[in-house]
């Protein structure tokens, strides 16, 4: 690997040590070595390398041991392409001429971590870096599956040449060097280039609690005690380094260590000024703070905003005259605006807003042309869906107009913007279907998930004429598979509409739904250089692989030659999340700089399967910070483009005026006021090992916030990421970053899944810094009693205050309802959007044996555990995928984090899969309540639905008392129980059910009759 190979060059004596540190990250079962420190690294411009992949047409797993050797210069070093099992890789040693492997192919992974046979056998290789190879340089390539040669001299970045009959394929992939390397999590790079043509990189650099690494989630024996998770983490610094020919400096520290900070932005004045900007948590919110350097000296930290809304992902550029912008998302009021500062020599000018919609603005992107503007980019919920607009400012300062890039009736967001030389100004996005984020799941398919497919589209701009961006079409990936070479493209026509209301139909018993295939690249990042060459950086899943952190997502770059653009080029450690942006810099005509944090997922550590906890304190999974070289000699022809237009829409999708009428309902009661905030409990995103389909977590926030409107939400995933303390750490702190008090109060959640007999559940808190628990081995069906893990967790709630729901109950995720702690489990997940409904057997959307998505455990059915005499409030949530059809209702005296909470405790709650609202109450007490009547119950109902009410029961002890057929949107009555039971406590609930199919489930109340 870059480390290896580089510490092996300057200190010979640590071969062997940095060799056991290669072989732990590539999946051997090794100790880690110790914390790396940063160092000035050389990265020669004269090193080129080659992904050289072998079985490509396999269909069983098949042996490809083997080896290089290299003519006319030296091996520099070698590195696994996705090793997995017993995968290895021979040390390179200094100046080798050759290096050997044991490899071999095997079936693609799949979540779980399992090699099922039905996955296909996928490709395997390594690639090699070579220094000091000239035009005779030959290397040769030997396997027991045969033999081949090529001459590197022939080979352009994006040309792919295949030998032996198809199975190997090799192509020129950019020479990898690490910037940053260290058991501290590097990411969020941002770059900008000074006047001497020196790059600069700034990044945000996490240290863990040492106590906390590892994928924590396996125990040996029992957590005795809990304080230590509450422990803090060592914090986030902002560091920053130069590259100047071909080397790397030490980093400069720019903020000081232990800071609770965000992304960090980049700009280089007239003066030769280098100043990073970046997010940091000052008393409760995340303000926009600035610093410049002269000769790695810095100057004094500016604070640039004190809103009490968080200001956040700032982008920065230099316009002609050498004065910096900065340009972020600033929330104010609970919206967010894209608000601008101007450098003023010292000081910033005050803030300048940008965009001017009322609604929710998003990813702002900037750049300076040569003849003097300055212009924005961002994305604006301004409609009802995401579109992109731009502004420019003058060279004399003067805002122009807004303009609109694309917007129509489609998803489109994240922009990106450069000038070329002449001025054009070019805009590039990423899109989805119409109805993004509106109604997905088993009952209903009328809107599309928040990941469903990703195009990226371009346009550029020449005054007010616009054009189409070249073929880009032709050169993105297609559908995405499992195999390295597909010949889909972006511009292939698709199976099946999107969205499509009959999906849903057709969906087969105990299976979800399944959206068409579609492309998946994301994240375009645009860069004109000084020649006039395009570059166009993004994500993409292909080939699709997965490893224990989740779905492995891979950078490409391509480039536009005036006339088309390149075949993608692969970015060599870009191995990481989907939302993973690098920094892109050039300071020459054909020259791209590309840096960005790799994790290391790409490889597969087989100790570390979901199904061996035994291994989970090791992570040979770190982020690392890299860079990637690309020198074009091929100049740029004159530009050619055509005529394009822009596509617009209507507004669409907008709140419903059900969405208004919760909010402004108040329920007076006992001397207290109560609202109702609409929710979830139950979301992931690419952090979950399973959320490949789920989108980035910054898109479940924004959907959270504009396209379901939530008022709260718990967000999101498996154990935080793992267990692993940085995933835990971002996780957290974006619950705290939107947090917008009176309009969106984030819980921190997350889940903790063990299969049947004990179930998934998920956690919330209302204060930050809690750390997942890990668990203890599973009990087996047929032992009795509680189990020891879920009796932990109640112990791990009751100390920092928390609660815990049930969810998928009558599945093979579900329980046997064995346990339950009514302090801390006070409410299930009675419905989930992406299955079914566990309320009890026959009731509407429930699941059954011919048909349970998940599988069949009848025992876990909500009614069961409301027989055992439980005290479980009703919720309903999204589960991965679903969007828009699961809401958890709570009625709270103030929209904060506390009273959240305690309306859990209180199990003032009710699931809904509309936007219902529901107001069932006996005498002074809510639902949920446990209380004793001298009278006999009578039950007060309040529905209001989003159509005609069908049906409405009124269920005591699992049994229908009192059922009526209203046909109105609008249901009120009182029903009294003329027949109650003396001195027993009963169970009295409501379901609500529509004309269309939606319901609503109010909790229960448990009523003790003392009467006669």
């Known amino acids: 690997m870059t480390r290896v190979s580089r510490l092996v060059l300057l200190i010979s004596l640590l071969v062997l040590s940095i060799t056991l540190y290669q072989f732990i990250r590539e999946g051997g ?15 020669p411009l004269d090193e080129h390398s080659f992904r050289i992949l072998l079985g490509l047409t396999d269909t069983q797993s098949t042996k490809w041991d083997g080896s290089l050797s290299v003519t006319q210069g030296v091996v520099a070093r070698v590195e696994p392409w996705r090793f997995d099992l017993d995968d290895r890789l021979s040390p390179v040693a200094p100046n080798s001429i050759q290096v050997r492997w044991t490899i071999s192919t095997h079936n693609a992974r799949a979540f779980g971590g399992q090699n099922p046979t039905q996955q296909p056998i996928v490709a395997n290789g390594v690639i090699a870096t070579f ?28 040309k792919a040449v295949k030998f032996l009959d198809g199975r190997a394929l090799v192509d020129r992939v950019p020479a990898s060097v690490g910037v940053a390397l260290s058991r501290d999590e590097q990411d969020f790079p941002a770059a900008a280039v000074d006047r001497d043509g020196n790059a600069w990189i700034a990044y945000m650099q996490f240290t863990p609690n040492p106590k906390f690494t590892g994928f924590r989630m396996g125990l040996r024996e029992e957590l005795k005690r809990f304080d230590e998770l509450a422990e803090s983490s060592k914090g986030d610094q902002i560091m920053l380094v130069r590259y100047q020919r071909g080397a790397w400096s030490e980093p400069i520290a720019v903020s000081e260590p232990g800071g609770d900070l965000f992304k960090p932005a980049l700009a280089v004045d007239s003066t030769g000024r280098v100043w990073t900007f970046w997010s940091a948590n000052q008393e409760g919110n995340f303000d926009l703070l600035a610093r410049s350097f ?20 700032p982008v920065a550029a230099t316009d002609s005259k050498g004065n910096v912008w900065v340009v972020w998302q600033a929330f104010r009021n609970g919206r967010s605006q894209i608000r601008a500062v101007r450098q003023q020599g010292d000081i910033f000018s005050d803030e300048i807003i940008v965009a001017t919609s009322d609604s929710n603005e998003w990813n702002p992107a900037i750049a300076a042309s040569p003849k003097g503007d300055v212009t924005i980019s961002w994305d604006s919920y301004r409609k009802g869906d995401y579109d992109v607009y731009f502004r420019t400012v003058d060279s004399g300062g003067k805002p122009g107009a807004e303009k609109t890039a694309a917007a129509s009736n489609r998803y489109e967001a994240y922009p990106t913007i450069a000038y070329d030389p002449s001025g054009r100004l070019w805009i590039a996005w990423e899109e989805s279907g119409a109805g993004w984020g509106k109604d997905w799941g088993t009952e209903e398919t009328t809107g599309i998930g928040l990941y469903q497919g990703r195009r990226i589209r371009a346009r550029v701009w020449q005054g007010d004429q616009v054009h189409d961006a070249g073929n880009l079409d032709a050169v993105l990936p297609g559908v995405v598979s499992r195999v390295v070479d597909p010949t889909a493209r972006q511009y292939d026509e698709f199976r099946g509409t999107q969205p499509d209301p009959q999906i849903s139909a057709r969906r087969s018993p105990s299976q979800t739904n399944q959206a068409p295939p579609r492309p998946r690249n994301s994240y375009p990042r645009l860069l ?20 224990p952190l989740g779905t492995v997502w891979f950078e490409n770059v391509v480039s536009f030659d005036g006339s088309s653009w390149t075949n993608p080029i692969f970015i060599s450690h870009s191995d990481n999340l989907l939302d993973n942006r690098p920094a892109l810099a050039s300071t020459a005509a054909g020259e791209l700089l590309i840096v960005g944090s790799s994790d290391g997922r790409q490889h597969f550590a087989p100790r570390l399967r979901v199904q ?11 982020n690392d910070l890299f860079a990637s070289h690309i020198q074009l000699s091929e100049p740029v022809k004159t530009v050619q483009l055509s005529p394009a237009s822009i596509e617009t829409a209507t507004a669409s999708n907008l709140d419903s005026p059900h969405v208004k009428r919760l909010r402004d309902y108040r329920l007076k009661l006992s001397n207290s006021e109560y609202r109702i905030v609409r929710g979830e409990f139950h979301r992931h995103t690419e952090i979950s090992m399973d959320g490949g389909n789920d989108g980035s977590i910054w898109d479940a926030w924004r959907y959270s916030i504009d396209a379901a409107s939530l008022d709260w939400l718990g967000c999101c995933d498996h154990d935080n990421g793992f267990g692993r303390e940085y995933s835990w750490w971002i996780t957290q702190k974006l619950t705290d970053i939107f947090h917008l008090p009176g309009t969106f109060t984030p819980m921190f959640n997350y889940e903790r899944s063990v299969a049947y007999p004990e179930g998934h559940r998920n956690v919330i808190f209302a204060q930050r810094g809690i750390r997942t628990l890990p668990r ?12 020891p893990d879920t009796q932990m967790l109640y112990r791990y709630l009751r100390h920092f205050n928390g609660i815990v729901a049930m969810h998928t109950s009558a599945t093979n995720m579900g329980t046997d309802w064995r346990d339950n702690d009514p302090s801390v489990e006070p409410i299930v997940e009675i419905f989930q959007g992406i299955r079914q409904n566990y309320e009890m057997p026959g009731a509407p959307r429930s699941n059954n044996e011919n048909d349970s998505i998940g599988g069949w455990r009848p025992k876990g059915f909500v009614s069961l555990a409301l027989e055992r005499g439980y005290k479980l409030g009703f919720q309903s949530s999204s589960d991965h995928v679903s969007t828009h059809m699961s809401y958890c209702n709570l009625l709270v005296t103030a929209p904060t984090r506390k009273a959240i909470l305690e309306a859990f405790q209180k199990r003032h709650i009710y699931g809904a899969t509309d936007d219902i609202l529901a107001d069932v109450r006996s005498g002074s007490h809510l639902m949920g309540d446990q209380f004793e009547t001298a009278t006999p119950p009578t039950i007060n109902v309040k529905l209001v639905g989003t159509a005609p009410f069908a049906k409405v029961h009124i269920i005591r002890n699992n049994h229908y008392v009192y059922s009526i057929e209203p046909k109105k949107q609008t249901v009120e009555f009182s ?21 269309d199919g939606e319901i609503v489930w109010v909790s229960p109340m448990w009523i003790t009759y003392r009467g006669q």
Do not use: H
């Open 975 to 995: 029903w009294r129980d003329t027949n109650p039971e003396v001195g027993r406590q009963s169970y009295y609930y409501v379901r609500g059910e529509q004309q």
């Open 294 to 313: 002269t000769d790695g000296k810095g100057g004094k930290t500016l604070r640039l905003t004190s809103d009490r809304g968080p200001d956040i992902a």
């Open 612 to 622: 061996d906890p035994s291994a989970q304190n090791e992570d040979p999974y770190n």
């Open 29 to 43: 079962s090794v100790a880690l070595s110790p914390a790396l420190p940063n160092t000035s690294i050389s990265a």
């Open 528 to 547: 004109a250089d000084r020649g006039g060459r395009i570059w166009l950086a993004f994500r993409t899943a292909q080939p699709i692989w997965w490893s």
């Open 131 to 158: 220094r000091n190879i000239n035009a005779s340089s030959e290397v040769s390539v030997e396997t027991p599956q045969g033999n081949f040669t090529f001459r590197p001299i022939e080979f352009s970045y994006g």
């Open 776 to 787: 203890l081995p599973k009990v087996n069906e047929t032992d009795p009693g509680n189990a």
